[in-house]
């Protein structure tokens, strides 16, 4: 029987997991419990996409060339400097007949599972992107595993807004499943003390998902945290919030007297969606004692969160942002059909790209 | 007013915290909220003083060296490769008269706060250490700042000893948090499901201490995994674990199938505490879904973590060990001064360094 992880994937070193490798097998013979995937769109990371684009000082035509490197010698997309990668969009082209995620030829689907562990082989050298966008019109196909997530692209949504969504939709899931757990012991107990919840990087597409999901969770304040003004007028306007605070992430002092300004006390939970690095000892700052800090960005120093709650004497509980949470999926979609400031900052940002 | 978590000591860059600074200005002067210590023992961090000594091929001498080019350089120890640091013992030789610590002139204390946010400076050149052991006689000086902590050693036991336990005391103490939550929640629920843990390294430092705290907070059922028959035979001769299993945590199917075995189902909670990169993705697979992993060593990637769990598409809470968890120090002697097993392990590998 095939590995329904991908390890028979792997080609170096070898007896790791698809996601460890260096190199993977990318040929689109399947197995019978795998399914291949068309691919139309890639969308990268957005801490790989930031590296590549520094790295290259914006210059679109070396991001693509780097991109077919990366691609063509891993036979997969994960960024060896972030480790990062992403996910894509296309269309069932041929599912084993003992694949056990129900797809069906023809169909048009979003891979929920990282880039970092897909098998992927490009056919057109992305002739028809520009190198200067996280959004990569492609032409190739991709592998599924047994186990792997991928979801229906849903018919009353923009394919590119369901992208959107999907990448990112472990972070309101997360969240909502934090934020109700403090809600409810503080019900048991009977304490009114309000739940407080900050999301660091509240603008962004994790960030504002994340906001609507802990108000929908029963956070009495919640607080968006945003480093530029456009942002904090953007954000403002659709009300996902209660309130807004303009701050550098980077800088602890800053952070935690914004988010402690704006809350009237340390948050309960802090979400953490800002794609640079440095932002670990701020959000435990700004987070009270029994608080929980959820780190989504991929460009978290585990050992700067470890020693820095330490070495502040934090008793706080910091979890590694899990992209996979069950149900994921339809809770951010509908996040989407019903917060419609989620939608305006989601269009806006597409039209932008 | 001083900052109380030492924003004065930082030289550069400028605004960061201590632990996140390049380097930290370690003048002997204190403060009046800030208390010297004068220093007669460094303990390095496991996976700093490994790295260190593979760097240099096990040659004493470089070793030495490079941690005092490191201290005198940064103004604290941190390597820069792993960022991790250590703590100290010392004693207390001047005490701001503003300090909150509570400490007096003359008491012997060990540092919980790591060495990477303390600033330090080294007075005998280290001529008593042979590079050899992570446990470093040293003269010096070093400062705490009024949010420190640090542990008068206690008087009924060897202070090599207090300073083995109190160097890891975080693991234990947390272990028993996330424990007791799955405990209460089944009994609760009347689920009479038996609550299973793992301890990846079972047979070290943090990893005895967390056996047994996992088992004092009500664990059905334990399994150490340790890499070598030496280990395996130690840890299995002291009874701390229901079960004793050999595994190369770095591979994930080898790991989830022995910790499995040993537990005839995956484990509720995974506590990893073995200091080698690489054993993110075995830990994910060995854990139930629901369940927790809490990941100690300071060789866990984050990006490794988060998108293990995901490509796995495992509902698993992955948590950032924090060193610091209150009563963490009281409750890990504690353990020492009642456990036979875990005094035998610390007494048996104190004598072997």
Redesign the interface.
Known sequence: MTSP?G?HRVVEPA??????AWRLDASPEIAPNEVRIRVERLNLDAASFRQLWEKHGGDGDAVRAEVLEIVSARGKMQNPV????GMLIGTVEEAGRRSPLGLRVGQRVAT???L??TPLTILDGLARWDGRSEQVPCDGYAILFA???AAVLPADLDPQLSLAVLDVC?APALTARVVSRYVVERERAGDPTPVRVAVIGGAGKSGSLSLAAARRAGAARTVGVVPVVAERDALTAVGLADAVALADAR???ALSTAVTTALEAPADVTVVCVDVP?CE?GAV?ATADGGTVV?FS?A???????????????????????????GHAEFALGLLRSEPGVRALFEARLAAD
Chains 1, 2 share one sequence.
């Open positions: 992880v390890l007896g790791v997991l698809p996601q460890a972030t480790g990062s990668g929920l599972v990282s970092t562990l186990r792997s997530i472990g800088d602890p002092v440095g000892h700052l780190f991929m978290t120093s585990f050992a700067a969160a470890a020693l820095g709650a330490e070495g502040l004497a934090a008793d706080v509980t910091m979890l590694v942002g899990n992209g996979y949470v069950p």
